[in-house]
């Protein structure tokens, strides 16, 4: 059974600071980590990683992932208020001719001005 | 591009009855999933549709079933439903297997 676990799993922080959220997986047939952010609605789509050691950035928001070690960050710089949410990871298993994500529990992040 | 959109938003049934949420993915996405989200369990999945085929199964008992019409639409279904069963039910589309899922705004359900 597949199994993403996220850590911390809340977080309180001051609003500049810089925060790195942590996420490992065991996926039986991995094919891609994704990160989500969720505020009091659905969860919206952040990254989609495939590949080791290649960074992807958008603005203030970086994640990696590391495939040997099977873990995967987010790192968030000069944090907002407005980053307030929980960060959610997925593993993407793609055995069995389907597509389905495996999600961890999630970590609340507080921005405090 | 108009997102995934899901109806009804909100819905209060009794136990025992049953319900039927839909999912409308993003136009050119053949593929769609439904997820259970809880406060206890989080977000679980709970199947996964692709050109009106379901290609996989959560964790779920039978009375959870959904299917895929030829447009992408997908419904699903619970019958007999059980308090346990109020959760935030979210839908999320994609254009295929292995890209990346975005998700609609969810149903609430609330069984009484």
């Known amino acids: 059974e597949d199994k993403v676990v996220q850590s911390p799993l809340s977080l309180v922080v001051h609003e500049g600071d810089t925060v790195t959220l942590n996420c490992s997986y065991e996926?039986?047939?991995?094919?891609?980590l994704l990160w989500y952010k969720q505020e009091k609605k659905a969860p919206t789509f952040l990254f989609m990683l495939?590949?080791?050691?290649i960074e992807k950035k958008s603005g203030r928001l970086s994640s990696i992932l590391d495939k040997k070690e099977l873990f995967s960050i987010l790192n968030i710089t000069a944090t907002q208020t407005g980053d307030s949410a929980v960060y959610l990871c997925?593993?993407?298993?793609?055995?069995?001719?389907?597509?389905?994500?495996?999600f961890g529990k999630g970590t609340k992040l507080s921005v405090i001005p | 591009k108009a997102g995934v959109t899901q109806t009804p938003r909100y819905l209060i049934k009794t136990r025992g009855q049953q319900v039927t949420l839909s999912c409308s993915p993003i136009?050119?996405?053949?593929?769609v999933s439904w997820y259970q989200q809880t406060p206890g369990q989080g977000l679980q999945f709970l199947f996964e549709?692709?050109?009106?085929?379901?290609?996989n199964k959560g964790n779920f008992p039978g009375r959870f079933s959904g299917r895929q019409f030829s447009n992408s639409r997908s419904e699903m279904n619970v019958s007999t439903l059980e308090l346990g069963d109020s959760a935030l039910y979210l839908c999320?589309?994609?254009?295929?297997?292995?890209?990346?899922?975005?998700f609609g705004p969810g149903t609430r359900l609330t069984v009484l």
């Open positions: 999320a589309s994609s254009p295929g297997q292995g890209h990346e899922q975005f």
């Open positions: 996926v039986t047939n991995f094919r891609s």
């Open positions: 495939t590949s080791s050691g």
């Open positions: 997925a593993g993407g298993d793609s055995g069995a001719g389907s597509y389905q994500l495996t």
């Open positions: 136009s050119g996405h053949r593929s």
């Open positions: 549709y692709f050109s009106e085929t379901q290609r």
